[in-house]
């Protein structure tokens, strides 16, 4: 059962690697290889960090006892691990932070094009042919999702996958 375990966590990474390198190709097309180097540096990075942390406390010491003691060797395990852990933690608040202070501002103009008639308030995106495409297509409901229920337009789709 191990090995079937191991084999799906092996195909399911190996697949969202070549998932990851398609999309980033096609995102960036001709500028991508800076991006997919970063990647496969991180990835390195992270295979090759974590045994140089764990290595040194690995190493059991020895004490001469006098036969009574069942367990000689003493590891000390908690002190990676918990440098592990703050390096985890470390990250989480950094993509709190860049949610908090970047996402949440860019989306904001993202929710523009989702409900152009609530957001509009300056007069020149008001009267761009933009504006009036999108409120078109949000009227007439020309474009539907299958995926939505009660066959909604694809502005109210759109909502309801963004949040």
């Not at 998932?19 to 995102?27: L, P, T, V």
């Not at 970063?38 to 942390?53: E, H, K, R, V």
């Not at 950094?94 to 103009?109: D, K």
């Not at 949000?138 to 066959?151: E, N, V």
Request: positive net charge; charged residues 15%.
């Amino acid at each position: 059962m191990l090995y079937v375990l191991v084999g799906a966590i092996g195909l399911g990474s190996g697949g969202f690697s070549v998932a990851q390198a398609a999309w980033i190709i096609d995102i960036w097309r001709q500028e991508a290889a800076p991006f997919i180097l970063t990647i496969n540096f991180a990835y390195s990075s992270g295979t090759l960090i974590p045994p140089l942390i764990l290595g040194p406390y690995l190493k059991g010491k020895t004490e001469e006892t006098d036969g009574t003691a069942k367990f000689p060797y003493e590891f000390n395990l908690q002190i990676p691990f918990t440098i592990g852990g703050a390096i985890a933690c470390f990250a989480i608040i950094i993509q709190a932070f860049l949610y908090v202070f970047v996402f949440r501002q860019s989306n904001s103009s993202m929710l523009a094009f989702i409900k152009p008639w609530k957001y509009a308030r300056h007069s020149s995106f008001r009267h761009s042919p933009i504006f009036r495409k999108l409120v078109c297509l949000r009227r007439k409901g020309l474009i539907s999702h299958s995926d939505c229920k009660w066959d909604l337009p694809l502005g109210g789709c759109l909502e309801f996958y963004l949040f």
